[in-house]
Nanobody
Framework: QVQLVESGGGFVQAGGSLRLSCRAS????????MAWYRQAPGKQRKLVAT???????SYSDSVEGRFVISRDNAKITVDLQMNSLKPEDTAVYYC??????????????WGQGTQVTVSS
């Protein structure tokens, strides 16, 4: 079983910065991708940023140039540095992991979510 624990959410004024962190633990033999999603009230969960095992990154148009995703393969952590935050970035942010466990089974795991609130 794989667990993801997130930290770093909070309250910030527009233009400010926050850094989210997510640490994975459990039965993992190979990581495919780690990602951050977000879900605003009354809206669907959406992909924010992805990083592959090789370090390739991709971002949604709404955060491109403001957010940076990074990972530490040895510690199995993924961070999201969020800069120039806007009120529309307010959401619950979820860490996502796609990997293969030690039984050779492909798995997908989610963190519990961390609230980010940006005031205008």
């Amino acid at each position: 079983q794989v667990q993801l624990v997130e930290s770093g959410g909070g309250f910030v004024q527009a233009g400010g910065s926050l850094r989210l962190s997510c640490r994975a633990s459990g039965s993992i033999s190979r990581i495919y991708t780690m990602a951050w999603y977000r879900q605003a009230p009354g809206k669907q969960r959406k992909l924010v940023a992805t990083i592959t095992s090789a370090g390739s990154t991709s971002y949604s148009d709404s955060v491109e140039g403001r957010f940076v995703i990074s990972r530490d393969n040895a510690k199995i952590t993924v961070d999201l540095q969020m800069n120039s935050l806007k009120p529309e970035d307010t959401a619950v942010y979820y860490c996502n992991l796609r990997a293969r466990n030690e039984l050779g089974i492909n798995i997908e795991s989610w963190g519990q979510g961390t609230q980010v609130t940006v005031s205008s």
